[in-house]
């Protein structure tokens, strides 16, 4: 059994069980308490989770290590490059709790959640693209989060359980920087869902690296398939002498030498255009906005690859499911 | 057990780094200060409070060292021989720096509790605590335990484009609720010259600082400009002082720091 300590006493029939703190082998056990208080079983919400989760196709987790790499920006992107299918619906949820950037990013500020019968109804940017984030939940933009971990799990629990999505495509996850709660209990709740994989954000400097590494290292302790690195901000292209010039120096070698290195595929590199960000404030789409920039191209392949390895992934998962039966 | 240790009383200033976004450059600013605040002769220390991505010892060049025990507690790792600059981080305590720190919330709290509580400061003149973004479980606790020491203030980081300023607007916010004075805010990240035509671009837009600083009512204490050579003198653990004295990235931290000295100066 996965859940018995590795200092637990012989016989230790698993914290998970029904029979914790109760066996004779928890005599003596300095834990005893604490598992026969423990309500036994798996959390009946990831049960739940699942099932409100089966109408969604394809999940995908946008992760980095470091902050203001562009998860958002990407996400949103991401996005709305998928919905440009009229024919997928996709969705965006945003965990990132105490810093939710989503909302003025796709344009939603100041919208606020629905209730109804089948549960909390997400916000649209348009008829196949759905969002939801804490933002919406809250009374004004000088409104903060001040919570620690428990409350942003149960946050984000909701958000997983009660969220009524409909029938979608793709749901878009955009979550925090760090390896801490908001992490663990997205890859936790999702763990009898079918998750695609995660996309590393990056940008090219030393110093956002190492910070990816960790998190390349979190994926594989949680047992979470990555889809690939993408690295963001790199080289700057003067709009006035069009030159390129490096902000962010890639001393170590950058996302390639770093996703060659840990094994994973890259999925390609977006250039600063200072557009992005402009578009990014003013919530509008960068694909729609700024046809001509090289940015456009690169965001428009790493989408293809991603849409690639989804189907593929899907082809496959379906192939075990069938050899299990 | 002894009595619990107060280290941070012989502590004469403390300052917070905070910013609810990330990437908009905490631990460069922390740094930046650290050190032209030891050139003017102050003995400081930076605490390190990112627990999940700790950014210092890097930009120190220090990431290998060890954390040494002493009777008084634990002994941060010094930059140089005389021992005026000192750093703890929970880089310096992995075997590993590509170890993922996969702690939930009451984890984190106690690492930072000790970190508190139990480094050995020696009568720094100023300590520096560069937190991680947010409004969480690291700021919450640090903010609790350090109530008693009376801190100096928080320095705000925010990057111009509005993305970044909603969330320090939500930082502001959390600075007000837990009462910790505001010392101001910096721009980050403001404008880029091109190094070959020497035009100026707003990659990240600009002035979004400015007008939140304005319209908070709290001072506004500069803009920092993007310069790749002091990322890239961060990355090599160089000081960017030595390097670049000239550039106009470090007029504007030095600026900074001579506020800072002045308004502690202030201060009863």
């Known amino acids: 059994m996965a859940d018995i300590p590795q200092d637990a006493p012989e016989q230790c029939p698993g914290t998970g069980s ?6 004779s082998a928890c005599q003596g056990c300095p834990n005893q308490t604490l598992c026969s208080a423990k309500p036994q079983g798996p959390d009946p919400d990831i049960a739940e989770i699942k099932e409100r989760l089966t109408s969604v196709k394809h999940k995908i987790l946008v992760l980095s290590g470091k902050g203001g790499v562009g998860k958002s920006t990407f996400t949103a992107h991401l996005a709305h490059g998928l919905a440009a299918d009229e024919s997928k619906q996709v969705g965006v949820l945003d965990v990132d709790i105490c810093g939710p950037s989503i909302p003025r990013i796709l344009g939603l500020e100041g919208e606020q959640v629905h209730q109804s019968a089948s549960g909390w109804s997400p916000v649209y940017v348009t008829d196949n693209l759905a969002v939801m984030s804490v933002g919406f939940l809250l009374s004004g933009p000088d409104d903060a989060v001040i919570w620690r971990g428990p409350k942003k799990n149960g946050m984000i629990k909701q958000f997983l359980r009660d969220v009524d999505w409909g029938d979608i495509d793709y749901l878009v996850i955009d979550t925090p920087p760090g390896t801490s709660d908001e992490h663990i209990s ?17 940008t090219p400097q030393e110093v956002a690296i190492q910070d990816v590494r960790k998190e390349i290292n979190f994926c594989r302790k949680v047992n979470l398939p990555i889809i690939g690195v993408v690295e963001n901000m790199s080289g700057f292209v003067c709009p006035h002498c069009t030159k390129e010039s490096v902000i962010f120096p890639p001393t170590t070698g950058g996302g390639e030498k770093m996703a060659a290195d840990a094994n994973i595929t890259f999925l390609g590199k977006l250039p600063l255009d200072p557009r992005i960000g402009k578009c990014c404030d003013e919530g509008k789409s960068f694909f729609d906005e700024v046809k001509d920039s090289p940015a456009t191209q690169a965001f428009k392949d790493i989408i293809e690859k991603i849409k690639d390895y989804c189907s593929k992934r899907k082809e496959n998962t ?4 069938g050899e299990e039966k | 057990m002894s009595a619990p240790r107060d280290h941070l009383s012989t502590v004469k200033h403390v300052i917070l780094v905070l910013s609810g976004k990330g990437g908009v450059g905490k631990s460069t600013v922390a740094t930046q200060i650290a050190l032209s605040l030891r050139d003017a002769g102050h003995k400081v220390g930076i605490l390190d409070v990112d627990l999940c991505g700790p950014s210092i010892p890097k930009m120190f060049n220090v990431s290998n060292q060890d954390i040494h025990q002493c009777p008084e507690g634990w002994l941060p790792v010094f930059v140089d021989k005389e021992q005026t600059l000192g750093i703890m981080s929970i880089s310096f305590l992995l075997d590993n720096q590509n170890d993922a720190v996969v702690w939930r919330g009451p984890k984190k709290t106690a690492m930072i509790k000790q970190f508190l509580n139990d480094v050995y400061w020696k009568d720094m003149d100023y300590l520096i605590i560069d937190t991680p973004p947010g409004t969480s479980d690291e700021h919450i606790t640090v903010m609790e335990n350090l109530k008693q020491y009376n801190p100096d203030g928080a320095i705000l980081v925010t990057t111009p484009q509005a993305v970044a300023v909603g969330d320090v607007r939500r930082e502001l916010t959390f600075c007000r609720k837990t009462r910790i004075p505001v010392i101001g805010i910096i721009e980050n990240m403001s404008g880029f010259v091109c190094p070959h035509c020497s035009e100026c671009t707003n990659i990240f837009s600009k002035g979004g600082g400015e007008a939140l600083a304005k319209q908070s009512e709290v001072p506004f204490l500069g803009c920092i400009p993007l310069d790749p050579q002091l990322t890239q003198s961060l990355e090599e653990g160089q000081s960017f002082a030595d390097k670049c004295s000239s550039s106009p990235t470090m007029a504007a931290i030095n600026t900074l720091v001579k ?9 009863p």
């Not at chain 1, 997205?186 to 990056?202: E, I, M, N, P």
């Not at chain 1, 379906?318 to 499911?321: F, K």
């Open chain 2, 259 to 267: 506020r800072l000295m002045a308004i502690d100066r202030d201060l």
């Open chain 1, 18 to 23: 029904g029979e914790a703190g109760k066996a």
């Open chain 1, 186 to 202: 997205t890859t936790q709740y999702l763990s009898q869902t079918h998750v695609d994989g995660a996309v590393l954000l990056t």
């Open chain 1, 318 to 321: 379906e192939v075990d499911t």
